[in-house]
């Protein structure tokens, strides 16, 4: 699903006073189903669809209305295809960040350990910890085309704590934070298609 119609499922629903777990109660599904529908991960099925578009009292063209070309859509398919591979055991879909975490964080502990054991490196070498969560979330808003799923915060500490211990310029170093709500806006602007 492209983030244009998720986030006017997010919109309809919070527009018709439903929170994700009474929406989810009403159509009955789980919560996640709704969440990730949101999130632009999972698309609603066909019946869910029909069931959406009476419950907010609005048509199925005006609900799953996109500017997209076909050519876009369907390369959309074919990434979230590719990215979001069902688990044959358990069922479940597998994004691509989830496959790829065990070999960031093996890779993280490796580095860390090359560090502190060959340089001496313990302190601040810790700080390469964060970009565990920092890679994971770029690799899902680049996936996903979504920038606001990057943990830009985290992003932001790991220079700061990095420059402020190795180099000791705390101040005015901490005016970075405030870049934190700059990049949402902008995530934002572009997830709602303002530029177009």
């Known amino acids: 699903m492209n983030i244009e119609i998720a986030n006017r499922l997010q919109e309809l629903r919070k ?14 599904i789980s919560r996640q189903a709704v969440s990730k529908w949101e999130r632009a991960e999972s698309s609603p099925d066909t019946d869910n669809l029909i069931c959406l578009a009476k419950l907010y009292n609005v048509s199925l063209d005006s609900l799953l209305f996109t500017e997209e070309s076909i050519e876009d859509i369907k390369e959309n398919q074919i990434n979230e295809d590719n990215i979001d591979q069902m688990d044959k055991k358990t069922g479940f879909s597998v994004k691509l960040s ?9 890779s993280i502990v490796t580095i860390y350990l ?5 340089f001496d490196y313990w302190h601040p070498g ?12 770029l690799i899902d808003a680049i996936t996903k085309k979504n920038g606001s799923l990057f943990a830009y915060p985290i992003f932001v500490l790991a220079l700061y704590l990095f420059f402020s211990i190795e180099y000791g310029i ?3 170093l901490w005016l970075i934070f405030i870049t934190i709500p700059i990049y949402y806006c902008i995530c934002d602007a572009f997830n709602k298609n303002y530029w177009q």
């Open 15 to 28: 527009k018709n006073g439903y929170s994700q777990e009474e929406l989810a109660n009403k159509l009955g």
């Open 98 to 106: 989830d496959r790829l975490a065990g070999p960031i964080v093996l």
């Open 114 to 118: 090359f560090l502190g054991i060959v």
């Open 126 to 137: 810790w700080i390469i910890f964060l970009l565990i969560p920092i890679l994971i979330t």
């Open 170 to 172: 705390w101040h005015p």
